[in-house]
């Protein structure tokens, strides 16, 4: 499981998700000053990783398609929304000599990431404040991660010819992000939304047809949080909602559950990633 390394920084995880959406508010309003509940939730994530089923099978989708770097090890890395740093972590421990940019506009996850990097003593990533539809580097990176980021973002488009520009030639850039029309299980999520999201997401399709026209070349393309996923994902909001022990009683199981979806192909997903690469004769 994923997020390990992230035990002992429960209030940064916790500011994370409940800036998701207002109705986690109230639930994640909770007392981590006692030290006996605080060593419970380390040691809890110390197992566990991040209860947070979005979170796990993001990052496993994502390390599943490493193969696709192996033939070509990057030394260049941008994250490109980073976040806590998950992604970039993930690359550094697959590729140790790689060179990590991660970039986001989120300040107080920036400040996180820089004094995480600093307790933990992980060199090579470095991070910064950067609006990615301003970027403005060309031919300086062998690969981009991009994951569940371009939902936020007016201006996409931009931000994915910047993606195209700041790549190498025969470089990778690996995209994830929601599909619109997205089935729900559950009542109470058929009108949620992330609040800091400008769209619904992207439909494959019709994406696909966009990064080609911009001279990207499709490796690999699939649909992700198939009827398994998605109702791990809706049942694991569910109790997080509820209460924070009993989504961390019943993570372990739904998370098992949700697994079928590697398993059980599914047409329809919630989400969508891309693998493309930058092929220029």
């Known amino acids: 499981m994923f997020g390990r390394e992230f035990a002992g920084f429960q209030e ?6 409940v800036s998701m959406n207002k109705d986690y508010r109230k639930v994640g309003k909770v007392n981590l000053s006692g030290s ?54 993930m690359i550094k421990k697959r590729f140790p000599g ?13 400040a996180f990431l820089t004094e995480f990097l600093k307790v933990k ?16 580097k060309k031919n300086e990176f062998d690969l981009i991660i991009n994951i569940d980021v371009l939902e936020h973002v007016k201006d996409y488009s931009r931000v994915l010819e910047n993606f195209y520009r700041s790549l190498k030639n ?38 696909t047809k966009e990064l080609e026209s911009m001279g990207f070349e499709i490796v690999k393309t ?14 694991n909001h569910l109790t997080l909602s509820t209460s924070f022990v009993i989504a961390g009683l019943t993570f372990p199981a739904i998370y098992l559950f949700g697994l ?8 329809q ?13």
Not at 12 to 17: A, I
Not at 58 to 72: E, H, L, N, V
């Open 12 to 17: 940064t995880l916790l500011s994370s998700f």
């Open 36 to 89: 006996l509940l605080r060593a419970l939730q380390r040691l809890y994530i110390a197992v566990f990783g991040i209860p947070e089923i979005g979170f796990q099978y993001r990052a496993k989708y994502f390390s599943d398609i490493f193969g696709y770097f192996t033939a070509r090890p990057p030394k260049t890395v941008l994250d490109a929304g980073v976040g806590i740093g998950l992604s970039a972590l």
């Open 98 to 110: 790689a060179k990590i940019l991660g970039t986001d506009i989120d300040r107080g996850k920036l």
């Open 121 to 136: 003593k992980i060199r090579g990533i470095s991070v910064k404040y950067e609006d990615l539809a301003k970027m403005k």
């Open 170 to 207: 025969g470089g990778l850039v690996y995209i994830h992000t929601p599909q619109p029309n997205q089935r729900r299980f559950f009542k109470r999520f058929v009108k949620w939304e992330h609040e800091e999201h400008v769209r619904e997401g992207y439909e494959i399709t019709e994406l």
């Open 222 to 235: 699939g649909r992700t949080f198939g009827i398994f996923g998605s109702l791990a994902w809706e049942l």
């Open 260 to 267: 079928l979806d590697f398993v059980v192909p599914d047409k």
């Open 269 to 281: 997903g919630l989400c969508a990633y891309y693998l493309l690469r930058k092929n220029e004769k």
